[in-house]
């Protein structure tokens, strides 16, 4: 089967984003090597907007991301919704977070985990191998969850790695507590269920297609509640619908696994969790990245499974909600 390439798709998507930066509140900046950098809240506001087509770029054009007052939750009826007919290929191939990255000069360090497009270029995590697949470009984009400008050596790395010029290289870097990054963070709904899915085993290429929701969560001050708050949005709130193509038996034993109540670690907002990791997420159980509600249909039988439950009461503890 031809697979289409994750960085020809989302190349149209960063020019736009970039032509429209101005009316999405981004900032534009070419580095001395080249490298464009489009800051989605660092030094300026950002936006709603700005984040979801962010979060098409991370799917790498391989989905559709739309804001809507329509979901689970009444009290906060703002909700992400993420489709994509390529659920394998847009949430491991290019939106997880999987590339570490990292620089260490003049007595600083900085550190980051590296999502879209640019991922199937470099190739450096054992996923690809698995995924069977390789994307060939000569321009390519990376996202990163940071509130600071990654250092020149380490975007000349960046790009090195991808076999691509420092001219031909994107970065967008959107901070936990701004609303592109609440908006980029609450899109993997979809991401974590797929990913769960591989941790547990599941066959791949039996999910055929999938999409997910969840509530956006409010702004947050300070990076902890941000990130607390994200997490707790999917954990707590996210549904997901995965159509699969295998047997009963396999589709409801992975719809009864994926839930995040289905980890030793479920039960409290993900801040007071990872503060008792003493802010290790190493610690924390891995399988406890998963959404909240989950239904499967196999396609073959017309049969589906469903398993998790909404907590609403913990999602407005975390969000904040008052009278």
């Given at each position: 089967?031809?697979?289409?390439?994750?960085?020809?798709?989302?190349?149209?998507?960063?020019?736009?984003?970039?032509?429209?930066?101005?009316?999405?509140?981004?900032?534009?900046?070419?580095?001395?090597?080249?490298?464009?950098?489009?800051?989605?809240?660092?030094?300026v506001d950002g936006g709603l907007e700005a984040g979801r087509r962010i979060a098409e770029i991370c799917l790498g054009g391989l989905g559709r991301v739309s804001l809507s007052g329509s979901g689970p939750v009444d009290t906060w009826?703002?909700?992400?919704?993420?489709?994509?007919?390529?659920?394998?290929?847009?949430?491991?191939?290019?939106?997880?977070?999987?590339?570490?990255?990292?620089?260490?000069?003049?007595?600083?360090?900085?550190?980051?985990?590296?999502?879209?497009?640019?991922?199937?270029?470099?190739?450096?995590?054992?996923?690809?191998?698995?995924?069977?697949?390789?994307?060939?470009?000569?321009?390519?984009?990376?996202?990163?969850?940071?509130?600071?400008?990654?250092?020149?050596?380490?975007t000349e790395k960046i790009a090195r790695e991808c076999g691509v010029d420092c001219e031909a290289l994107t970065l967008i870097l959107t901070p936990t507590s701004s609303l592109a990054g609440t908006v980029q963070i609450v899109a993997?709904?979809?991401?974590?269920?797929?990913?769960?899915?591989?941790?547990?085993?599941?066959?791949?290429?039996?999910?055929?297609?999938?999409?997910?929701?969840?509530?956006?969560?409010?702004?947050?001050?300070?990076?902890?509640?941000?990130?607390?708050?994200?997490?707790?949005?999917?954990?707590?709130?996210?549904?997901?619908?995965?159509?699969?193509?295998?047997?009963?038996?396999?589709?409801?034993?992975?719809?009864?696994?994926?839930?995040?109540?289905?980890?030793?670690?479920?039960?409290?907002?993900?801040?007071?969790?990872?503060?008792?990791?003493?802010?290790?997420?190493?610690?924390?159980?891995?399988?406890?990245?998963?959404?909240?509600?989950?239904?499967?249909?196999?396609?073959?039988?017309?049969?589906?499974?469903?398993?998790?439950?909404?907590?609403?009461?913990?999602?407005?503890?975390?969000?904040?909600?008052?009278?």
């Amino acid at each position: 089967m031809n697979r289409p390439s994750v960085n020809a798709l989302t190349d149209p998507l960063v020019q736009s984003l970039v032509t429209d930066a101005d009316n999405l509140r981004l900032g534009i900046e070419r580095l001395e090597n080249g490298c464009l950098v489009v800051d989605a809240g660092i030094n300026v506001d950002g936006g709603l907007e700005a984040g979801r087509r962010i979060a098409e770029i991370c799917l790498g054009g391989l989905g559709r991301v739309s804001l809507s007052g329509s979901g689970p939750v009444d009290t906060w009826p703002v909700s992400v919704h993420v489709h994509t007919a390529d659920p394998v290929l847009a949430c491991l191939g290019s939106q997880y977070a999987g590339w570490s990255l990292s620089h260490k000069g003049d007595g600083k360090s900085f550190h980051a985990l590296g999502s879209g497009p640019g991922r199937a270029l470099a190739l450096k995590e054992p996923l690809f191998k698995e995924l069977g697949y390789k994307d060939d470009a000569d321009q390519t984009c990376l996202v990163m969850e940071v509130d600071k400008v990654p250092p020149l050596p380490l975007t000349e790395k960046i790009a090195r790695e991808c076999g691509v010029d420092c001219e031909a290289l994107t970065l967008i870097l959107t901070p936990t507590s701004s609303l592109a990054g609440t908006v980029q963070i609450v899109a993997r709904v979809l991401e974590v269920a797929m990913h769960k899915s591989h941790e547990l085993g599941f066959d791949l290429h039996a999910i055929r297609d999938g999409l997910g929701s969840a509530p956006l969560p409010p702004p947050a001050p300070d990076f902890l509640t941000a990130m607390g708050r994200t997490n707790d949005a999917i954990l707590f709130a996210g549904q997901v619908q995965l159509y699969v193509s295998c047997e009963d038996g396999a589709a409801q034993q992975l719809c009864h696994a994926l839930p995040s109540s289905a980890s030793r670690d479920y039960g409290r907002p993900f801040g007071e969790i990872f503060k008792a990791y003493e802010y290790d997420f190493f610690k924390i159980d891995p399988l406890l990245f998963s959404p909240a509600q989950v239904k499967v249909s196999v396609l073959s039988s017309g049969k589906s499974f469903s398993a998790g439950n909404l907590e609403i009461s913990m999602l407005e503890a975390s969000f904040g909600a008052g009278s």
